[in-house]
């Protein structure tokens, strides 16, 4: 599969994206379609002893939107915006997916305007695959929507669980809604009317969620508006560099403590994999009708390399096509 990048996005574009995209070109067979600045890219590309031998092609986009710019201005502004031309060779048929770590605001309305909604979906939700006690889950919203209404919420478990039938093969998803209490009654309204409809809605809700029972395992499919996830989100990565940083700090202090850290590095590094959201690469974008994965900002090579292996296996388990036969199936919103 050919898959358009928007290699000027992010803090580390276009360096970091154009090397694990090449990295991924390498290893993984995945046809490359950078666009961007094309003078900058070739020479990115250039530095790669053989980048002649693979599938990369450069599609030159002389704008880009920055990670602090305002989507919709900037958009208006730049039409030849590198997001905004990878989302139209996806329309065009030229790309069967793209990537972007940069503006997620300038992703989201790109998408959008160039490949519309699945047929029945109100609004896009990033899915963010989270590490928990027994097994990955699925975090969405994550951050496309800051305001939701319950309807909204019944779609995103119903796009989540197909995800996570795809992505981590779970056949039944147990789906849970993030609250501050267990039980119905708690939360704010949006919250309280969004379980009333997941109870009749959706066979495998297993009701409310607390913050500290994300990771716990609970649910493999946890629902919430985009400001509460970006939240969660954003809290629990903060969460795993201070870990880090403390237990670097502790294990340093004295001889014993640096002899027991060496003699644990391969079980610290093993933890690293397991909290780094560099492993999971990206977040697919579900509900627009095409296959769209966006990264982390801060994403490195690795993420990208990562990203778009996570796009390859979407691409072949049908994720996009899955979703719709979901939607298709589920209560219509109101």
Known sequence: MHVAIDAMGGDFGPGAVVDGAIVAAR?????????????????EVARHADHQALDVRIVDAPDAVGMGDSPAAALRKYPRASIRVAADLVASGEASAMFSAGNTGATLIATHGALGMLAGADRPALATTIPTLKREAILLDSGANMVCRPPHLLQFAVMGAAYARVALGIKR??????????????????TRAAHRLLSTGVPDFIGNVEGRDVYASQADVVVCDGFTGNIALKISEGLVETVEELLRDELSRTFSTRVGYLLSRRAFRRFRRRVDYSEYGGAPLLGVAGLCVVGHGRSSSKAVRNALAMVQRLGKGKMVERVAQSIAGAPPLQ
């Open 27 to 43: 290893h993984l067979g995945v046809g490359l379609v950078l666009v961007g600045r094309a003078e900058l890219l070739r020479a």
């Open 173 to 190: 998803p147990r789906i849970g809604l993030l609250s501050i209490g267990e039980e119905a009654t708690k939360g704010n309204d949006l």
